[in-house]
């Protein structure tokens, strides 16, 4: 190998060095917003099975008002 075989090998290796820690930082991004999204969504389910609790709590609520509308 001749010396611009060398520095041609040395500039790819280089630039494939940038590319990896680009790379790696990207991926750890990617994680961090994989891990955002999977608690947002928890807190979202646990949200949504809260207000279906209250609205259930409510149609039986209004049920068991029924029979009194019916008296009147």
């Known amino acids: 190998m001749d010396t ?21 930082a990207e991926n750890q991004t990617l ?8 608690s947002e ?3 979202l389910l646990d ?3 809260h207000a279906l609790h209250r609205i259930e709590h409510m149609i039986a609520r209004l049920k068991a ?7 009147q």
């Open 47 to 49: 949200k949504n099975e």
């Open 65 to 71: 008002l029924e029979p009194q509308n019916e008296q």
């Open 4 to 24: 611009l075989d060398i520095t041609a090998l040395e500039h790819k290796i280089d630039r494939l060095l940038l590319f990896c820690g680009q790379l790696q």
């Open 31 to 38: 994680k961090d917003k994989c891990a955002r999204l999977a």
């Open 41 to 43: 969504r928890d807190m």
